[in-house]
């Protein structure tokens, strides 16, 4: 079946490591897009991708990394400049509507 | 980016029918109106878009204004499985658009 694929579920990170987060699709999209989401909170953009090659900045992109090398593919690259890393992260693309991972826990420890 | 507004939350006894507003007074010819909804711990799922016209689906209904500065999802038989948060989006069908979420509605089915 198409979808989307976010790996892992969950995910722990020392101060000071980066991480990285996958997010794969297999729906031959063009646009990918990472969010951010605080507990009790709405989602936040980080980065999308429109093509192959090229990405853009979201409302929060400081302390992340993104590379879109293959269009099945945005990884997501947590940085050691993120301050507060901790939330749940939420990997979409986008045709004509847009499908979601199901996310990456992820917890400073 | 044109912006939304929705209630932060709505209630709804189960079986009834459900009325979501989302206002859009700044959107622009080109905007397309999105709705998705969010179950605690996953990722939001769509529900249904449109552009000028009312639209169904198996899973809803949109009614556009006339002007296009408001719409509403319309959930025609509440469920419990109905409880999320739903998010109203614009976005533009050209290329380069970022797909931004406001902070939703937070609907409650009651039984």
């Known amino acids: 079946d198409g979808g989307i694929t976010q790996s892992p579920k969950y995910l722990f990170r020392k101060e000071g490591q980066n991480v990285t987060l996958s997010c794969e699709q297999n729906?031959?999209?063009?646009?990918m897009y990472w969010y951010r989401q605080d507990p009790g909170q709405g989602l936040r953009l980080i980065y999308y991708?429109?093509?192959?090659?090229?990405?853009q900045k979201g409302d929060i992109a400081e302390g992340y990394s993104v590379s879109r090398e293959k269009k099945e593919s945005f990884p997501l690259t947590v940085t050691s400049a993120q301050k507060n890393p901790t939330a749940f992260y939420l990997c979409a693309s986008f045709r004509t509507e847009a499908f979601f991972g199901q996310g990456t826990r992820l917890t400073v420890v | 980016d044109a912006k939304t507004t929705q209630p932060n939350s709505m209630e709804s006894n189960e079986e009834e029918p459900v009325h979501l507003p989302c206002n859009h007074s700044t959107i622009s010819g080109t905007d397309y109106i999105h709705w998705y909804r969010q179950l605690p711990s996953q990722g939001p799922e769509y529900v249904i878009h449109g552009l000028t016209s009312n639209v169904n689906n198996r899973m809803a209904s949109l009614a556009i204004a006339e002007d296009r500065k408001s719409s509403t999802l319309i959930l025609h038989r509440a469920t419990l499985r109905d409880a999320a948060v739903y998010y109203c989006?614009?976005?533009?069908?050209?290329?380069?658009?970022?797909?931004?979420f406001g902070p939703g509605t937070r609907l409650s089915v009651l039984p």
């Open positions: 991708s429109q093509i192959v090659n090229d990405f």
């Open positions: 989006i614009l976005r533009d069908d050209g290329y380069g658009q970022n797909f931004v």
């Open positions: 729906l031959n999209h063009d646009a």
